[in-house]
Every structure is written in C-alpha cells, then in structure tokens.
C-alpha cells in the first residue's frame, strides 16, 4: 500500500523516528507502519542500515521482539511496517504513573524492571550477537501478563551513521549512550546504558526530561534509591554499572546485568508480591495502549 494510501489516526512517540499508523492486513493481523521521519529518510546511509538490519533479523525467533515484516519505499518516503505488540506502551504507563494514575509499590517495580531486563537479556542471550540500538519506554511493550516486548529494533545502525554525539542523540531519539572518547557506538554496551536509562526511570515512576540526561544521570540515580526500603543500595550499584557511570565497574551485556539485577529482586516474597501490585496499576483504562 503506498504511504499516500495509508488510513487512519496517526500518531508519533516522541521518538524522533516518525509517524505511525495502525493497520489490519492478513494474514499478519494488526500490523504498525512506521513513516520514517525525514532527518532518516533523507539520509542516504540511513534505509540500507535499517534493511541490512532487517534481514539479520528476519530469520530470528525472539518472543519479546517485534517482528519486522517488510521495508517500503515510494515516492512519499520510507516505511517500515511491524507486527504491532499487544499491550501498553512502557511510556505511557509512566506518564500515567506520573499523572497519579496509580501507586507502583517498591516490589512492582522492582518486578516491571525485571521485565525489561529480561527482554534485553533475551535478545542478548541470541548467539546472532545483535543489539537492540533504540531500547527506551517508547520502544517496550508491556503485556497483560507482565511481560515485555521490544519493538524498533532496526534502528541502531541507522542513528549511528548519523554520526551525532550523545546529547543529540537523546534530544532528538530519547536513547542513551555511554560517553566515549569518538562519537557513540550502538552496540550492546549502548542497550545495557539504555536499558539503565528505562530502569531509571522506572525506579522514578516518571519519564526522564530532555534536560536530565546524561548530565543529571548520577543526581537521579541518588534520587531514585534514597527511600528507605530493602536493597535500594545494591539498586543503586546497578544502575552506577548499567549507566557506565563507573566504565571499570560496567555492564558488558543485558545478561551480565540481568543477573545482577535478579539478586536485587530475589528477596523473599517480593517477585510475588511485586506482580500483585505491578499487574493492579496495568491494566488502567486511562492508558493508551500500544497502537
């Protein structure tokens, strides 16, 4: 279907990667058109990146990543048309959070992190060595059940060829980046920083701001493991290693820190506990879902 053809409420994600649309088309379901924004679109190295990342991607199996069915050109633009995952948007669920749609106790978020952590320690687990590249609220689903999904993950390759430092990088596509003596890498040292980030934010039951990242990073780690509750400091070493704000102490992968971080959660009860209230805020129908 040409881009012009496409029908439907449109929406963006405050992404900097475009507009969306949700579409219907057999025998895939409901599907996501992602029209790419023009500072991509237009950048020559930008749709090669994205269909090489592609195509790695196709022949791989991972239940908490979106599919990517196809890529598109015409003489609108470039699309790029996805499985849509079923669920709630990570981003809006903590701008309910910050709205007071809802109380996230300590044990629900210790249990929607651990979700995340999980997503991206899966598709790091895959022998492929792939990173995600965009990992960020915007770009994770979370199910009914708990669980999270990755969606956008063709992007990486695409935004490093911009070849824009870090700050820009996080103004314009909310994705974090460990500091570097070139310019960023996005690699799976830069999910692992990204995933931090989404943790971070998580612990703060709000979204970060344009202004707070990377310069603010260590004041809100300080900020998101002051109260005075169980393994808050251990918490906080987590995100000083996910972060690379120490880069002797970091994270190499998402598996390297999702054990980490299931020693923080192991404490008895609180993964039960943790669901009951992590799954009492998901479902508000306040919430937009994802699509």
């Known amino acids: 279907m040409p881009l012009e053809q496409v029908q439907g409420d449109h929406y963006a994600l405050n992404d900097g990667l475009g507009e969306r649309w949700v579409l219907t088309q057999p025998p895939h379901g409901q599907v996501e058109v992602l029209a790419l924004a023009p500072a991509l679109a237009s950048h020559a190295p930008a749709e090669p990146a994205i269909r090489a990342r592609a195509e790695r991607m196709a022949g791989i199996h991972a239940p908490a990543l979106a599919v990517v069915r196809r890529v598109e050109r015409d003489t609108a633009g470039v699309r790029i048309v996805a499985d849509k995952a ?4 990570l981003s809006d669920f903590l701008d309910a959070l910050e709205s007071n749609d809802g109380v996230l106790t300590h044990a629900g978020m210790l249990e929607l992190a651990g979700s995340v952590v999980g997503a991206v320690a899966a598709l790091h687990r895959l022998p492929s060595g792939l990173a995600h590249g965009a990992v ?6 979370l199910a009914s059940d708990g669980s999270a999904v990755l969606t956008d993950g063709v992007f ?3 935004l490093e060829s911009l070849e824009w430092n870090r700050e820009r990088l996080w103004r314009e596509f909310r994705v974090a980046l460990p500091a570097a003596a070139s310019l960023p890498r996005f690699d799976q040292r830069a999910d692992v920083t990204q995933l ?4 971070l934010a998580i612990a703060l039951r709000r979204p970060l701001r344009d202004d707070e990242y990377p310069r603010s990073t260590t004041d809100l780690v300080n900020e998101a493991t002051s ?3 169980p393994g808050m400091s251990a918490l906080r070493m987590w995100l000083q290693q996910t972060l690379q704000l120490h880069a002797r102490s970091a994270y190499a992968s998402a598996v390297e820190a999702e054990r980490g971080f299931t020693e923080i959660a192991s404490a008895a009860g609180a993964r039960r506990s943790g669901s009951r209230s992590f799954n009492a805020v998901l479902p508000r129908p306040r919430l937009r879902h994802a699509g």
């Open 136 to 141: 960020s609220p915007a770009h994770i689903v």
């Open 227 to 229: 109260a005075a509750v």
């Open 196 to 199: 931090g980030a989404v943790v």
């Open 156 to 158: 990486g390759a695409a």
């Open 86 to 89: 079923a669920g709630i948007r």
